[in-house]
């Protein structure tokens, strides 16, 4: 079983920026696609970012291309997304992921192990 813990969320202004972990643990991710997902109240939660088993593939959502990467680091066995000038609109809880292939998937049911969330609010 893989346990992941995001950290780093908070309240920020627009324009402002903010650095999210996720830490996993009894199971490495290395050489598993991951990715970061955000759900706001009263929306269906969507994939904002995800980076293949390699690393060498990524996605962003439309939204927040030019404003966040996401990255990873095997060794450490940890994820990040940074997300640069935010908007109010980006207000949400934000969870990372990890599937079980190396390749990225759309789909929220292709991720097997989920975080329990970090709020992120971003103030007008």
């Known amino acids: 079983q893989m346990q992941l813990v995001e950290s780093g969320g908070g309240l920020v202004q627009a324009g402002g920026s903010l650095r999210l972990s996720c830490a996993a643990s009894?199971?490495?991710?290395?050489?598993?696609?991951v990715g970061w997902f955000r759900q706001a109240p009263g929306r269906e939660r969507e994939r904002v970012a995800a980076?293949?088993?390699?690393?060498?593939?990524?996605y962003y959502a439309d939204s927040v291309k030019g404003r966040f990467t996401i990255s990873r680091d095997d060794a450490r066995n940890t994820m990040y997304l940074q997300m640069n000038n935010l908007r109010p609109e980006d207000t949400a809880v934000y969870y990372c992921?990890?599937?079980?292939?190396?390749?990225?998937?759309?789909?929220?049911?292709?991720?097997?192990?989920w975080g329990q969330g970090t709020q992120v609010t971003v103030s007008s």
């Open positions: 992921a990890s599937a079980t292939v190396y390749f990225m998937t759309a789909q929220t049911s292709g991720y097997k192990y």
């Open positions: 009894g199971r490495t991710f290395s050489g598993y696609a």
């Open positions: 980076i293949s088993g390699g690393g060498r593939s990524t």
